[in-house]
């Protein structure tokens, strides 16, 4: 489940759009169109929630 991120359709707005997993206590908003590169801060978003899933997941298996 750790990529499992799914678009909330109740928020969208233009040009923006907020995705959430069901284990984040938090959403992530990524703003720009399909195919358009992601910012920086995106990015390092994306990454940080991966990470935390990861450590999430590994705990649940202990």
């Known amino acids: ?25 938090y959403s992530l908003t990524l703003s720009g169109n399909d195919g358009s590169d992601a910012e ?5 978003d994306v990454k940080n ?3 935390y899933l990861d450590k999430l997941t590994d705990k649940e298996e202990e």
């Open 40 to 44: 920086r801060y995106q990015e390092k």
């Open 49 to 51: 929630a991966l990470i």
């Open 1 to 25: 489940m750790l990529g499992c991120f799914a678009p909330d359709t109740s928020h969208q707005f233009e040009n923006r759009y907020i995705w959430s997993h069901p284990l984040l206590e």
